[in-house]
Structures are given as structure tokens and as C-alpha cells.
């Protein structure tokens, strides 16, 4: 569903739900954010981090995105925060299943793509370890500000590599093994969409499908032997059907 972008003041005075995404790079935990609220066809507002915008930061409670606001409601910035908040505006299709043992299975997967520890989580303090290591990553300007904000020590980047590694092998794994399309067999549920979005930090989308930064895209395309034989070619062909069937193109960064 196509949204627009605002300025931090309009976002401020509407009603509604509005969300402080990260822009010109395809933040994985922002797309995916958006991606839910696409296939929950549900109407929302976009206004970009602006670092340095107290007006924003005393409205969303932080500097970083996604933040989405509903109403007069308090800011959520948690992956699991932002889900359940949609499943409540917009209850079907649900992303959830229904299934107790099928939920929390759902539940871990999506944490270790997307909580702290988790895949993403990993794959940046990989970037930033390169970085600083004058090895490909993120700039030494930015993988200094990511590393402080993230906990960044010499030890966690040269532990990150095996971290990711284990969880890519992991994830493989789940799909050969789920009995149909998706990871949860031939139910779309939410996985899905956090592991399509969050491939954006191994293997970007083309130029022509994400128009991102260049330096981030170089960034982001930092490979190494251990991540590319763990980065099974299935996970690279699940999200690019999720894209082809379920999320929309090109990205609005």
C-alpha cells in the first residue's frame, strides 16, 4: 500500500498511525515494518530521521527508526512492539499463527533474525569490525557511531562472523526442512517478511529496485568466505518470490 512521506512537524500533528523510518538505505528492521503494514493494507504516514530534529526526538522518545506512533498512544520502536500493534489495526491477514506452539516457534525465529543478538544485530557489528579494520564495511566515521550505540568491543566483531554464519545455516535450514514455501509450510507469517527484508545486509536489491546510498551499498555487500558459505542460495530465492508476491517494489527510501 503506497505512503507518503511528511515533514517531522505534519507527522506531529496528525492523528493516526505515523512511523520515523531511516531513509536512503534499506534499514532491514524499517522494511520490514513497512512491508507488514503494506500487506496489512493499513494507511500510515512516513517521516524520515532527522538526526539532529529535537522536535522529533522529544516526540518518538529516541533517535533511531522505526518508530511508529498511533494516536496518542507511546512510541513503539521493538520489532515485536511494531507487529503487534498492526495485528491490532488490521487483525487479517494476520502474520501470527494462531497455532500456540506454531506462535512461539514464530516468535524465536523472529528474534534471532531481528532482536539484539540476532542476525542483524550480528551482521552490523560484522560491518562495523570491518570497518574499523579498514577491511570493507562501514566507513571508520560510521562504523565509530554504530559501535558505540551497539556495544561494539573488538571481541564481539571477531565473534561476529561465526554469530551470523550459525544463524544463516540455521534459517537455510528451516526452509529445506518446512514442507512448503515459506517457513512455517504454506502459511505466510511474519518470519517471511524479516527474512526477505533482512537479506538487504548480505546482497542488496538492484539500483533499479532500491535506490540506496552508494556507500551503504558497498557496505552492505562486504563479503567473506565463512558468510558466503553459510548465505544459502534458497534464502536469496525466498525473498526474492516474497518480493515478486508480497512486497512492494521498487522501495521508498
Known amino acids: 500500500m503506497p505512503f507518503q512521506y511528511v515533514s517531522v512537524e505534519e507527522a506531529i500533528a496528525r492523528k493516526g498511525l505515523r512511523m520515523v523510518v531511516v531513509s536512503n538505505v534499506p534499514s532491514p528492521w524499517g522494511e520490514a515494518a513497512k512491508s507488514i503494514l503494506h500487506l496489512k493494507a493499513i494507511d500510515w504516514v512516513a517521516v524520515r530521521l532527522v538526526y539532529d530534529s529535537e522536535p522529533l526526538k522529544q516526540w518518538a522518545g529516541q ?31 494476520s502474520l501470527i499463527p494462531a497455532d500456540a506452539a506454531e506462535r512461539a516457534a514464530m516468535f524465536g525465529l523472529a528474534h534471532e533474525i531481528c532482536g539484539e543478538g540476532g542476525l542483524g544485530w550480528a551482521r552490523r557489528l560484522q560491518l562495523v569490525h570491518a570497518g574499523l579494520q579498514k577491511n570493507g564495511g562501514f566507513s571508520e566515521r560510521v562504523a565509530q557511531y554504530l559501535g558505540r550505540k551497539y556495544g561494539y568491543t573488538p571481541d564481539t566483531g571477531a565473534a561476529a562472523t561465526a554469530r551470523v554464519a550459525a544463524l544463516l545455516r540455521m534459517l537455510a535450514e528451516r526452509l529445506k526442512t518446512s514442507g512448503g514455501r515459506y517457513y512455517f509450510g504454506n502459511a505466510l507469517t511474519a518470519v517471511d517478511i524479516y527474512s526477505a527484508t533482512f537479506m538487504a545486509l548480505f546482497r542488496p536489491l538492484p539500483f533499479e529496485q532500491c535506490a540506496m546510498d552508494a556507500g551503504s551499498r558497498a557496505a552492505m555487500e562486504t563479503r567473506d568466505p565463512v558468510t558466503d558459505a553459510a548465505l544459502d542460495p534458497i534464502l536469496l530465492r525466498h525473498r526474492d518470490m516474497m518480493y515478486a508476491e508480497h512486497l512492494e517494489l521498487p522501495l521508498s527510501l
Open 63 to 93: 533517535r533511531t527508526g522505526p518508530v511508529a506512533i498511533y494516536g496518542d498512544e507511546p512510541p513503539r520502536a521493538g520489532w515485536a512492539e511494531i507487529l503487534l500493534l498492526a495485528e491490532r489495526l488490521a487483525p487479517a491477514p
